[in-house]
Structures are given as structure tokens and as C-alpha cells.
């Protein structure tokens, strides 16, 4: 079955730093996806992506936050400057249409020290 | 103050029995609801969905009921094994793929 994948599968950075996260998705999805998952608790809606623009977003996508498709395969989530909230597990998540089945990649664990 | 992790209700069965997760939402207006498996450093996977539409699907091995008078959500397992053991999500939306996720519940199979 096809999947979306993920890199890193964990990141460290300190407090203040720039991170990339990278995301594959399924080859002919169209809706992408990023959810966090801070330890022990749920997963979180971060955004949604469709056409090159993001569609919806949540309370918790900040200025911080930005996202690039920079090719037809690859979709990055950028944390411009990290604080210690942010350590999370991302996950990012890809869809062939609006309300079909959402595939999830297996996630970056990011720890802020 | 500190943040609590969230402890998750915790079913224990034993391999071959049937598992039955439950889960309550909260929007009445959500008209799709999932279930999703996550093992250990792994993401969320998909095990079943279910549109408000209906009350009941099944799929290999596993069964969603749906109530909506009663906003509830359940996942049986049939001959739970070793490899079920997850924490298992539902989930709901009313339109899309920006899915609020329940609480969890952490499944152990007893060999």
C-alpha cells in the first residue's frame, strides 16, 4: 500500500532555532495535511493544504508556523523559531480527495531543548 | 503550572476474545467518524470510517456502530491477537479531513 513518509523520524534543535520538516505524500493525493501529537495527550489539527494554499487552519498555526510544496512531490512544514511548546510528535497526512480516507506518515519527533 | 499527560482508559483482553472500544463525541453536526489504530513511534492508521448516514459497518475482522442519539461510537475487534494491541482513536468531522481526534484508548492483549 502506498505511504507517506516522513523526515526526520526525529529532529533535536535548541530553543530559538529554525526547523524543516519533510513530508512525501501519496503520489496522487491532492489534500495534505499536518497534525501534532504533544506526548500523552490527543492529536491536534494543525492545517490543511489544497492548491498550492492552505485551506483551514487551527488556533495553534501561528506566524511561526509556514508550509512550501517547493515540487510535485514534497511538502515541508517550517518552524521559524522553535520554543519549548513546540516539541511534538508532527505527523503529516495526505488525502486523494476532500473527504476520503486519510493516510498518515509515521511522524517527526521534535524535542526543543 | 505543568501540563498533564492525558491517561488513557486502558482495556485489557485476552487473545481470542472480542474487544469493544468505546468512544463519545461531542459535535452533533460531525458526520464522519474513523477509527485509528497507533502503535508505539508509529502515526495514526486507518481501521474504519463510518458516515452518519448509517448505524452499522463492518469490516475484516472489525465492526463501528454508530448512535447518534446518544453521540456514541464503538469498535468491536473479533478474535482479538497480539498485534491489535494499540491505542485506538475515534475520530469525527463534519466535512473533511480536519478530523478532531477523542482521547484514546489503550488496548493490551493477554496472551
Known amino acids: 500500500e502506498p505511504e507517506v513518509t516522513q523526515t526526520p523520524s526525529h529532529q533535536v534543535t535548541q530553543m530559538g532555532q529554525e526547523v524543516i520538516l519533510r513530508c512525501v505524500p501519496i503520489?496522487?493525493?491532492?489534500?495534505f495535511y499536518w497534525y501534532r501529537q504533544i506526548l500523552g495527550q490527543k492529536v491536534e489539527f494543525l492545517f490543511s493544504?489544497?492548491?498550492?494554499?492552505?485551506?483551514?487552519k487551527s488556533e495553534i498555526f501561528d506566524d511561526q508556523f509556514s508550509v512550501e510544496r517547493p515540487d510535485g512531490s514534497n511538502f515541508t512544514l517550517k518552524i521559524r523559531s522553535t520554543k519549548l511548546e513546540d516539541s511534538a510528535m508532527y505527523f503529516c497526512?495526505?488525502?486523494?480527495?476532500?473527504?476520503?480516507?486519510?493516510?498518515f506518515g509515521s511522524g517527526t519527533q521534535l524535542s526543543v531543548l | 503550572g505543568e501540563s498533564v499527560g492525558l491517561h488513557l482508559p486502558t482495556l485489557s483482553v485476552q487473545e481470542g476474545d472480542n474487544s469493544i472500544i468505546n468512544c463519545a463525541y461531542s459535535n452533533s453536526a460531525s458526520d464522519y467518524f474513523i477509527w485509528y489504530k497507533q502503535e508505539s513511534g508509529k502515526g495514526p492508521q486507518f481501521i474504519i470510517d463510518?458516515?452518519?448516514?448509517?448505524d452499522k459497518r463492518q469490516g475484516q475482522r472489525v465492526t463501528v456502530l454508530l448512535n447518534k442519539t446518544v453521540k456514541h461510537l464503538s469498535l468491536q475487534i473479533a478474535a482479538t491477537q497480539p498485534g491489535d494491541s494499540a491505542v485506538y482513536f475515534c475520530a469525527e468531522t463534519g466535512g473533511g479531513n480536519k478530523l478532531t481526534f477523542g482521547t484514546g484508548t489503550q488496548l493490551k492483549v493477554e496472551l
Open positions: 463510518i458516515r452518519s448516514n448509517m
Open positions: 503520489s496522487n493525493h491532492l489534500y
Open positions: 497526512a495526505s488525502s486523494r480527495a476532500f473527504d476520503e480516507k486519510l493516510f
Open positions: 493544504f489544497y492548491n498550492n494554499e492552505i485551506s483551514e
